[in-house]
C-alpha cells in the first residue's frame, strides 16, 4: 500500500504532469471502483484539476467549482501515465482520466478489487475521508508522545493505525522500528520516557529521508514503481538478508497478508519472536533465540 512518501512523491509526480489541465475524458472500466453513488463520474469532465492533497494514504484530486476525487489505492492500486486516448482495456485496468497530452490510468493488480474513488462534493464534506491520525512530520514530541500512549497497543499496530498516526504501513513501520532499536511487539505502556523520545527521532529522520529520496525522483520521472518492497530499506521485505547494522538474518513474523520483519539482535535482546504460523507448526523446535536459530542454518559443507 503506497504509504506518506509515496503518496507525497505521486502528489508531485501528478501535479507536474496533469495539474492545472482540464479533465477531457473519463472511461470507468471496473463499477467496484466507484463507491460514492453521487455525483456521476463524469461531473468531473470538464473540470480542471487544480490541486492535488494526501488525507492519510488518500489522494485527492481537487477539481474546479469544489468537486473532490478521493482514490484510496490500497494495496495494489496504482496510476500510471499512458498515451493520450488509451482505453482501459487489461484486466487491470480500472479507470482511464484522459487529459490533452496524456491519459492517467488507474491500475489494480490482483483478484481483490479494493481501491477505491470516491466523488465528494464540498470541502466540508472532505472529513469525512480523513481517518484523523496525526501528522507525525508536523508533530512535537509531546503530541506524540501523548498520542502514543493514548491506548496500548503493541509498536507496530499503534504505528499503522490510521486512526493515531497519519500514513505510516507495514513498510516504514519496520524501518522506524529498527532505527529506534525497539521490538514490534512491545507494548506502548511500557515504554520508557527516553523509548519514546528515540521512537520519534527515528519516525521523523525515516520518513523525511525516504519522502526527499522519492520526491526526487519524482520531479523528474513519473512515479511507475511505487512498491513496498525498496533495496536501500534496512529490515522491511529483507526475510532472511543480513541486517545492514549487526547481519544477524532479519527474521518475520507473517498474519494475515501482513509481514512484520525486524532484526532480533538489534531490536528483541536476541530473541526470536513467535510467528503465528510457524512457530504453531514447529512447537518445541521452534528456536526461540538468534544463538538456537544460527545453529540451525545450513554450514557451508551441508550445502
Known amino acids: 500500500m503506497p504509504e506518506l512518501p509515496d503518496v507525497l512523491a505521486y502528489l508531485t509526480a501528478l501535479k507536474r504532469t496533469v495539474g492545472d489541465q482540464p479533465l477531457e475524458g473519463a472511461q470507468l472500466r471496473s463499477a467496484f471502483l466507484v463507491r460514492s453513488p453521487t ?5 468531473a469532465v470538464g473540470r480542471r484539476v487544480v490541486e492535488f492533497r494526501r488525507l492519510g494514504k488518500r489522494i485527492v484530486w481537487c477539481m474546479e467549482d469544489d468537486l473532490f476525487l478521493v482514490f ?3 494495496i495494489a492500486g496504482r496510476f500510471h501515465l499512458k498515451k493520450p486516448g488509451q482505453r482501459p482495456t487489461r484486466k487491470i485496468d ?6 490533452g497530452d496524456v491519459t492517467v490510468m488507474v491500475t489494480e ?11 465528494v462534493e464540498q470541502e466540508a464534506e472532505l472529513a469525512a ?7 507525525v512530520l508536523e508533530a512535537n514530541l509531546a503530541t506524540f ?10 509498536l507496530k499496530r499503534a504505528l499503522t493505525d490510521p486512526r493515531l498516526f497519519s500514513g505510516i504501513g507495514n513498510a516504514y513501520s519496520d524501518e522506524i522500528l529498527h532505527a529506534a532499536g525497539l521490538s514490534p511487539v512491545k507494548w506502548t505502556s511500557r515504554l520508557s520516557d527516553e523509548e519514546v523520545a ?10 523525511r529521508s525516504w519522502c526527499e529520496r522519492l520526491q526526487t525522483e519524482a520531479g523528474t520521472a513519473f512515479t511507475e514503481k511505487v512498491t513496498a518492497f525498496r533495496p536501500d530499506m534496512a529490515v522491511h521485505g529483507r526475510f532472511g538478508k543480513p541486517c545492514p547494522v549487526c547481519q544477524t538474518a532479519v527474521q518475520e513474523i507473517a498474519y494475515a497478508s501482513n509481514e512484520t520483519n525486524y532484526c532480533p539482535r538489534c531490536q528483541t535482546g536476541g530473541k526470536v519472536l513467535a510467528d503465528r504460523q510457524l512457530s504453531r507448526l514447529l512447537r518445541d523446535d521452534w528456536p526461540k533465540t538468534i544463538e538456537e536459530l544460527e545453529s540451525r542454518m545450513p554450514t557451508a559443507g551441508d550445502v
Open 72 to 74: 484510496h489505492l490500497m
Open 129 to 135: 475521508h480523513d481517518p484523523g491520525g496525526l501528522e
Open 198 to 207: 528515540r521512537l520519534y527521532e527515528s519516525t521523523q529522520e525515516t520518513l
Open 145 to 154: 508522545a501523548q498520542v502514543l500512549r493514548e491506548h496500548n497497543h503493541t
Open 109 to 119: 493488480a490482483g483478484s481483490k478489487k479494493r481501491a477505491s474513488l470516491h466523488l
Open 94 to 99: 480500472l479507470l482511464a482520466l484522459h487529459f
Open 39 to 43: 455525483p456521476p463520474l463524469e461531473s
